[in-house]
C-alpha cells in the first residue's frame, strides 16, 4: 500500500502551457484529504513551484533545487537545506567562454544569472547567499558533455550532472550541493515523517528523475519520458502530462 506520492513537475505533473491541471489538483487535494503524503520533486525554486502550481495547495511537502532543500506544504521556511560552498560558486564563473549561453546561480527565492560582459559575479557572490544550485547552459550538446567532464574533475566538492527534459532535444549542466539529488531528498523525508521507500509511488520523465524512479517502491515514467528514464522506471503511464497522466495512472491502480 502507498502512503506517498512523489510527482516532478515539468513534463510530468505540468502540462504544455507549464500548469497543472485543475483536474490534477482537485484530484490530487482529495488524496491529501484521505491521507495520503503529496510530494513535489523538481529542479525549481521554490517561488517557482508556487507560481506554476497556483500555490501548491494539494501538496505536504515541496522538495525544491533538485533535491537541495525541502519544504513543509507552503512554509518558506525549509525542514531540510544543502548548500554549495560559496568560494566554489565565485569560482564557476571561470568556466565562461564562447560555447557557454547562459550561466545560473540559485537561492531559496531568487536565481541570478551571469553577465560576463559586465562581470557581475561579485554581486551574485555578495547576494547569493546560500546557494541551492547552478546551471549552465550551453550552445550544444556535446559542449555540455566536454564541460560536464571537466566540472565533475575539477569540483569533487559539488555533484555535476547533466539535465534534459523529455519535451526538448536540449541538454544542460546543473551543478548540486554534494550528496544532493531527488532520491536523497526523498530519502530524507521518508526517514523524518517514518515511512517505508516500498510505500512511496513516483513519477517522472527527465534526466534527473532517473534515480528517484529507481529508488521508490514504484518508479513511474511518463508516457513521454525520456527513453532513458523509460528504461529504468517499473512502469509508464498510459497518458503523456497533457492528458492528466499522472491521475490517470494512479486511478488505474485503484488509488482513489
Not at 551571469?114 to 559575479?121: E, F, G, L, Q, R
Not at 528517484?212 to 498510459?238: H, P, W, Y
Request: charged share 25%; aromatic share 10%; proline share 2%.
Amino acid at each position: 500500500m502507498f502512503k506517498m506520492i512523489v510527482v516532478d513537475l515539468d513534463g510530468t505533473l505540468l502540462n504544455q502551457k507549464g500548469f497543472v491541471s485543475k483536474e490534477t489538483e482537485k484530484y490530487l487535494i482529495h488524496l491529501k484529504k484521505k491521507g495520503y503524503s503529496i510530494a513535489i520533486a523538481t529542479g525549481r525554486i521554490y517561488p517557482s513551484i508556487l507560481k506554476v502550481t497556483r500555490g501548491a495547495t494539494f501538496a505536504n511537502f515541496l522538495i525544491s533545487d533538485t533535491g537541495a532543500c525541502i519544504y513543509k506544504e507552503t512554509n518558506p521556511t525549509p525542514i531540510f537545506q544543502n548548500y554549495i560552498p560559496k568560494e566554489t560558486v565565485l569560482k564557476f564563473f571561470d568556466y565562461y567562454n564562447e560555447d557557454v549561453i547562459n550561466m545560473e546561480v540559485c537561492n531559496h527565492n531568487t536565481f541570478y544569472s551571469y553577465d560576463k560582459v559586465h562581470d557581475n559575479s561579485d554581486f551574485i557572490f555578495q547576494n547569493g547567499s546560500e546557494v541551492t544550485h547552478a546551471a549552465i547552459v550551453m550552445t550544444e550538446n556535446q559542449k555540455v558533455e566536454e564541460m560536464a567532464i571537466q566540472l565533475q574533475a575539477d569540483f569533487k566538492e559539488v555533484e555535476t550532472i547533466i539535465m534534459q527534459d523529455s519535451f526538448g532535444e536540449k541538454k544542460w549542466i546543473e551543478i548540486l550541493p554534494k550528496n544532493c539529488s531527488k532520491e536523497n531528498a526523498i530519502k530524507v523525508l521518508i526517514d523524518w515523517i517514518g515511512i517505508r521507500k516500498e510505500e512511496v509511488i513516483a513519477f517522472g520523465d527527465g534526466l534527473n528523475d532517473t534515480g528517484m524512479l529507481s529508488f521508490c517502491g514504484r518508479g513511474i515514467a511518463m508516457q513521454n519520458a525520456l527513453k532513458s528514464v523509460k528504461e529504468v522506471a517499473d512502469d509508464s503511464t498510459e497518458k503523456d502530462h497533457n492528458h492528466d497522466g499522472v491521475i490517470a495512472y494512479l486511478k488505474k491502480i485503484g488509488i482513489d
